[in-house]
């Protein structure tokens, strides 16, 4: 993205406004945690006309995100937003959303990144989607084998 610069203050009418560098070196990426997890979104910006970095903003489904209102979230010196504990439950999912990162130089502007969409699965649907994908495995073995050795019989077929 480009950002323009506010016109020079010469009595030029002929001066046209200047424009700067001012781009995302590092956006954040769609992200799958799970409950209890952290969460960890990355966010840089650099422009070519500041001597100091942007200062970085977070937004959640379109709202400010403040690290004070929740203990569980930090802003790292970096711009990094970090969620420790991740919450999840049926009625409540805090940390789930889509994200969105502000970065701002004074006297030049804002940009926006692309949105990132987190989502927050539980422990038991993965213990379930394993439990299953294991029963369909036993079913399709069990069904492509001629004999089968049951343990602690020494019968070769299931008679």
């Not at 999912?93 to 990144?113: H, N």
């Not at 394993?130 to 299931?158: A, Q």
Request: charged share 20%.
């Amino acid at each position: 993205m480009k950002a323009s610069d506010a016109p020079s203050s010469s009595s030029s009418s002929s001066s046209s406004p200047s424009f700067v560098d001012f781009t995302f070196t590092l956006e954040p990426q769609d992200m799958v945690t799970v409950r209890g997890g952290v969460l960890q979104l990355d966010c840089q910006a650099q422009s070519d006309a500041a001597a100091v970095p942007p200062s970085i903003m977070w937004r959640k489904d379109g709202v400010l995100l403040s690290t004070v209102v929740d203990e569980r979230r930090r802003q790292l010196e970096n711009g990094t937003l970090m969620v420790q504990n991740v919450v999840h439950s049926r009625h409540h999912r805090p940390d789930e959303g889509e994200y969105q990162c502000l970065a701002t130089l004074d006297g030049l502007g804002s940009i926006v990144s692309r949105t990132a969409k987190v989502t927050v699965a539980g422990k038991g649907c993965f213990s379930l989607f394993l439990r299953v994908s294991i029963y369909k495995l036993l079913i399709d073995l069990v069904g492509r084998c001629d004999t089968v050795n049951w343990k602690g019989s020494r019968k070769t077929s299931p008679d």
